[in-house]
Antibody
Framework: EVQLVESGGGLVQPGGSLRLSCAATGFSLSDYYMNWARQSPGKGLEWVGRSRDKAHSYTAEYAASVKGRFSISRDDSKNSVYLQMDSLKTEDTAVYYC???????????????WGRGTTVTVSS | DIQMTQSPSSLSASVGDRVTIICRASQGISNFLAWFQQKPGKAPKSLIYAASGLQSGVPSRFSGSGSGTDFSLTISSLQPEDFATYYCQQYKTYPFTFGPGTKVDIK
């Protein structure tokens, strides 16, 4: 079964760091584009960043609100993708989701499969 | 950034009703448009990709249409499990952006 499981969320003080993990089962992460998105309490969805597949050297794109503070990395041996979050702000408080893209007709379509999410709270 | 708007923001409907949700992009995005369903406390679920492609396992009562700036999601006969919030998203240009959502509840 294709599945994504996030972990690593928790309570952190403003200015602190946290690394979220997203473990994949049922497929090889290296073959897929992967995204991170977030949802603040009671709010809508916000795209955070995207990591291309191994064939494209895992290059990444980021939302302006997190660029320079967040980074996406991968570990093929653990079939996992990570979101390193530094210089955290109270406005980064949210549920964070990882999601796999769909490749169809040589085009990558965003967010086919979602994980269940992990909660990050930034507060003093 | 491309702004996504949805209408209505909420609607009340009955089981068996035909429901249509509109999504508009602030500039043309071809067909790089997805629709998602989210229930309270749950992760979003992908319904539609490329404006009209039905994701695997999604019931055929869901359909999407449109291209350019104007898109729609239609539920042909609303079922009890369809009461949820629906989001559109453009993935033509970074940053990817979501609409604000349309909440569908029971009349």
């Amino acid at each position: 079964e294709v599945q994504l499981v996030e972990s690593g969320g928790g309570l952190v003080q403003p200015g602190g760091s946290l690394r979220l993990s997203c473990a994949a089962t049922g497929f090889s992460l290296s073959d897929y584009y992967m995204n991170w998105a977030r949802q603040s309490p009671g709010k809508g969805l916000e795209w955070v960043g995207r990591s291309r597949d191994k064939a494209h050297s895992y290059t990444a794109e980021y939302a302006a609100s997190v660029k320079g503070r967040f980074s996406i990395s991968r570990d093929d041996s653990k079939n996992s993708v990570y979101l390193q979050m530094d210089s955290l702000k109270t406005e980064d408080t949210a549920v964070y989701y990882c999601a796999r893209d769909l490749l169809r007709d040589r085009i990558w379509h965003a967010f086919e499969i979602w994980g269940r999410g992990t909660t990050v709270t930034v507060s003093s | 950034d491309i702004q996504m708007t949805q209408s209505p923001s909420s609607l009340s409907a009955s089981v068996g009703d035909r429901v249509t949700i509109i999504c508009r992009a602030s500039q043309g995005i071809s067909n790089f448009l997805a629709w998602f369903q989210q229930k309270p406390g749950k992760a979003p679920k992908s319904l539609i990709y490329a404006a009209s492609g039905l994701q695997s396992g999604v019931p055929s009562r869901f359909s999407g249409s449109g291209s350019g700036t104007d898109f729609s999601l239609t539920i042909s006969s609303l079922q009890p499990e369809d009461f949820a919030t629906y989001y559109c998203q453009q993935y033509k240009t970074y940053p990817f952006t979501f609409g604000p959502g349309t909440k569908v509840d029971i009349k």
